[in-house]
């Protein structure tokens, strides 16, 4: 467990995404975590307990709601269909509506890029800025943790072919770094990114693979991070693969 409310029994949250990546992990850190993943009815999580005096109701509340799930499955508007929007849109929406004190959404940095994925982040943010009176909209970079899902970094830990150009520019943070960020009660919206970028080619060179690169080409945000968390995308990655990368 982690310093801050990740080490607070009687601190009550709700994590959603639960079933892998992000969610899946920080879900762990909680002594007192519900989980949300998908099927499940925001319904299910507005508790009424009857007050002591027999004189009502009253609603439980989640101290924080700290939303990652979320559809990255639509890279361009000509294969968008409409759950999309279902998942990363309403979904926001809906969770509000539980009884919470504050509200956490991940975001991501790419929420500017005028694709489905980077528009429904943003559609989400305003919709937390609007409707939360206490929230933390983290947008971090690319994530590094030991229950990522299947992605390009995965295949070059793997040692497989990617589809991404040798100069595609990324940059990588933990998934600590999150909870870190958390844990610090910041509040508002955060850019949340290592000191440096890196090159996809880089990334395979700390790996020592030969590879196949593609023709797809991708250059993260410039934007300042908000939160300083002193490593480079070279120091997370080399932190991940001494921590989780098969040997």
């Not at 958390?182 to 508002?188: K, M, V």
């Not at 991708?218 to 001494?242: A, P």
Request: aromatic letters at 10%.
């Amino acid at each position: 467990m982690y310093r801050g409310i990740s080490g607070e029994s009687m601190m009550k949250v709700l994590v959603t995404g639960t079933n892998s990546g992000l969610g899946s992990w920080l879900a762990k850190q909680f002594k007192n975590c519900d989980k949300f993943v998908r099927g499940n009815s925001v319904s299910d999580y507005i508790q009424k307990d009857m007050a002591p005096d027999g004189s009502g109701y009253s609603f439980t509340r989640y101290d924080y709601i700290i939303h990652c799930a979320g559809s990255v499955q639509h890279s361009n508007w000509s294969n968008v269909k409409p759950d999309l929007f279902e998942d990363n849109v309403f979904l926001t929406r809906d969770l509000i509506s539980i009884p919470h004190k504050k509200f956490v959404f991940i975001s991501s940095i790419d929420e500017a890029k005028n694709s489905p994925y980077g528009v429904t982040k943003r559609l989400s943010e305003i919709i937390v800025e609007e409707l939360c009176d206490d929230y933390l909209i983290l947008r971090p970079s690319a994530l590094l943790g030991k229950e990522m899902k299947k992605n390009t970094f995965q295949k070059i830990v793997a040692g497989e072919d990617i589809a991404l150009t040798k100069n595609t520019l990324m940059n990588y943070i933990l998934y600590e770094d999150i909870l870190d960020s958390i844990n610090s009660n910041h509040t508002g919206t955060k850019v949340l990114r290592s000191n440096d970028n890196i090159t996809i080619e880089e990334v395979v060179d700390i790996f020592g693979h030969k590879l196949e690169f593609g023709d797809i080409h991708y250059e993260v945000e410039h934007v300042d991070s908000d939160i300083n968390t002193n490593k480079t995308s070279k120091d997370n990655i080399r932190i991940y693969k001494e921590k989780y990368a098969k040997r």
